[in-house]
T-cell receptor, first 116, second 117 residues
Framework: DAMVIQNPRYQVTQFGKPVTLSCSQTLNHNVMYWYQQKSSQAPKLLFHYYDKDFNNEADTPDNFQSRRPNTSFCFLDIRSPGLGDAAMYLC???????????????FGPGTRLTVL | AQKITQTQPGMFVQEKEAVTLDCTYDTSDQSYGLFWYKQPSSGEMIFLIYQGSYDEQNATEGRYSLNFQKARKSANLVISASQLGDSAMYFCAMREGGSTSYGKLTFGQGTILTVHP
């Protein structure tokens, strides 16, 4: 089945130790998004890729970077995780439709990041 | 200003009863989309239903229906015949604009629904 996959599902890292979260998709969607969701809060968009074009949200900290080496894969790099970066990280995809619309976003299962 | 407002932090419903989850939105765009997602305790976001701003009829998907009142800027989710498995967090979300928005979603704060046996 076509889907969005995130690895790992749970990640523990130490304060200040770089960490990379992975997302892959078999939907062949041209847009990929990364969201941060803290406990009992709404998901907050960090950035997205339209094909290879990277778009950062204005309030996304510089500590967060992303790479999209091809259509299927997208990575979230946290250069120096702080305690406040502990959260669920959700990857999502969508496809541009005819007449400039977009279909709904398909989400992966998320990676729950713990910072010790 | 909040673009998506969900005023019910928590809702309770008896199994097999219907429940309405409220959502109001604010936008100056003529073209926009409204979505509802379900997030169980496991964390994945599950797409439930979509309403486009130009759609004249309310969207329905199985037990889910969206009560779209454009003039009031509300997009309430109605779940009929609630099941225990419906217990989860529910998010209302809006996609504004056309191609330049790249399909970005703005989420409300969510409503925790608990279904009692």
């Amino acid at each position: 089945d076509a889907m969005v996959i995130q690895n790992p599902r749970y990640q523990v890292t130490q304060f200040g130790k770089p960490v990379t979260l992975s997302c892959s998709q078999t939907l062949n969607h041209n847009v990929m998004y990364w969201y941060q969701q803290k406990s009992s809060q709404a998901p907050k968009l960090l950035f997205h890729y339209y094909d290879k074009d990277f778009n950062n949200e204005a309030d996304t900290p510089d500590n967060f970077q992303s790479r999209r080496p091809n259509t299927s894969f997208c990575f979230l790099d946290i250069r120096s995780p702080g305690l406040g970066d502990a959260a669920m990280y959700l990857c999502a995809t969508s496809r541009r439709l005819a007449f400039q619309g977009y279909n709904e976003q398909f989400f992966g299962p998320g990676t729950r990041l713990t910072v010790l | 200003a909040q673009k998506i407002t969900q005023t019910q932090p928590g809702m309770f419903v008896q199994e097999k009863e219907a429940v309405t989850l409220d959502c109001t939105y604010d936008t100056s765009d003529q073209s926009y989309g409204l979505f509802w997602y379900k997030q169980p305790s496991s964390g994945e976001m599950i797409f439930l239903i979509y309403q486009g701003s130009y759609d004249e009829q309310n969207a329905t998907e199985g037990r889910y229906s969206l009560n779209f009142q454009k003039a009031r800027k509300s997009a309430n989710l109605v779940i009929s015949a609630s099941q225990l498995g419906d217990s989860a967090m529910y998010f209302c979300a809006m996609r504004e604009g056309g191609s330049t928005s790249y399909g970005k979603l703005t989420f409300g704060q969510g409503t925790i629904l608990t279904v009692h046996p």
